[in-house]
């Protein structure tokens, strides 16, 4: 590719996501770069709007244009693919940008929250997990490809328009995001306790048996009377492994 022509594509691509550097030379140039300027923000934009709703919701009309504006100009996407736009505007807020209006503090984890939603349902998993009820002492626990566990320091699941929190919990806030066997998308907020049982099952690829977890989970709740505690996670297993978020092999 000759120097010249990349010029003209560098040249191409500032005037696309920076309007203000493109001097056309005669009004027909002007129009014409204009509906290419027009196509690609509001393409982006319209990419922000679904998938990030409640976070713009809160936002200005303004807001929002300056945001995506912002980010289409200056964030340096590392995927061609525009299902992947919501993942980079997620990166894009987690940078904690400059911008010429102040974001929520939550702005980046509120983003992240929505975001799930997306993720987990394009989700592609080369195991089939069917709903179950039973696990034996020696079975061994798998966390599903189609699940994720995510906290928060705000209670993003409360914000919108008639809850905007000025501070963070002051404990952390656990979500499980999961696909259900009807493929659609389930939020549950989860304690704690149910946040280590979950992480820890999390850190065992190869499977972790449940007499090994109960043992692990004693070691690490030491707070919690031992038989309350085991008696908790055989309940708690049991409504994950109906909902698919665990499955078990023997």
């Known amino acids: 590719m000759s120097d010249g022509l990349k010029e003209q594509q560098s040249a191409f691509v500032r005037a696309i996501k920076d309007p203000a550097t493109f001097q056309a030379k005669n009004e027909d140039e002007k129009r014409r770069m204009a509906i290419y300027q027009s196509l690609f923000f509001n393409n982006v934009k319209g990419f922000v709007l679904s998938g990030f709703p409640v976070l713009t919701s809160i936002l200005s009309s303004d807001d929002v244009n300056h945001l995506v504006r912002q980010f289409f100009n200056q964030h340096a996407c590392h995927s061609p693919y525009f299902v992947e736009i ?114 820890t099952i999390i850190q065992y690829e190869d499977g972790v048996a449940l007499s090994q977890l109960a043992q692990l989970l004693c070691e690490q709740l030491p707070q919690i009377p031992t038989q309350n505690l085991l008696n908790g996670l055989h309940q708690t297993v049991s409504d994950l492994l109906q909902k698919t978020v665990l499955f078990t092999k023997a």
């Open 86 to 199: 919501s993942k980079e505007f997620v990166a894009y807020l987690a940078t904690e940008p400059t911008l010429p209006f102040s974001l929520p503090n939550f702005a980046a984890e509120l983003a992240h929250y929505e975001w799930l939603e997306l993720d987990v349902s394009i989700r592609h998993a080369s195991i089939t997990v069917s709903p179950s009820t039973h696990c034996k002492d020696t079975d061994k626990l798998f966390f599903s490809p189609l699940a994720t566990l995510a906290s928060y320091t705000y209670p993003v699941h409360l914000i919108g328009a008639n809850f905007i929190p000025a501070h963070p919990s002051a404990e952390r806030n656990y979500y499980l995001v999961y696909r259900d066997v009807q493929g659609e998308v389930q939020f549950t907020l989860v304690n704690p306790v149910t946040a280590v049982m979950l992480n």
